[in-house]
């Protein structure tokens, strides 16, 4: 079983920065991308940035310039650096990864994972 855990979630002042952490455990082989997603009250599930294995980010438009997704591969976490926040980025941040797991001492197929979300307020 794989589990990921967000943290680093709170209340924050526009133009604010916070820093958000998700940590991979369990049965892992490897980590493909990892990436995190928020979703806002009534609103889809959106893409905020993506890390692949190369370590090549992704960023939705809205973010671009603001936020920071970085990897650190040794300790299967994937952090995400928020800078001049804004009122729209209030939402709940979810983790994803891709991971190929190790199931019954065998390398698994990819398996998409989320983790549980953490809340993200930012006021004006």
């Known amino acids: 079983q794989v589990q990921l855990v967000e943290s680093g979630g709170g209340l924050v002042q526009a133009g604010g920065s916070l820093r958000l952490s998700c940590a991979a455990s369990g049965s892992i082989f490897s980590i493909s991308t990892m990436a995190w997603y928020r979703q806002a009250p009534g609103k889809q599930r959106e893409l905020v940035a993506a890390?692949?294995?190369?370590?090549?980010?992704n960023y939705a438009d809205s973010v671009k310039g603001r936020f920071a997704i970085s990897r650190d591969k040794d300790k299967d976490m994937a952090h995400l650096r928020m800078n001049s926040l804004k009122p729209e980025d209030t939402a709940v941040y979810y983790c994803n990864a891709d991971v190929f797991p190790v199931e019954a001492g065998h390398v698994g197929t990819l398996k998409h994972y989320w983790g549980q979300g953490t809340q993200v307020t930012v006021f004006s």
């Open positions: 890390i692949t294995g190369g370590s090549n980010p």
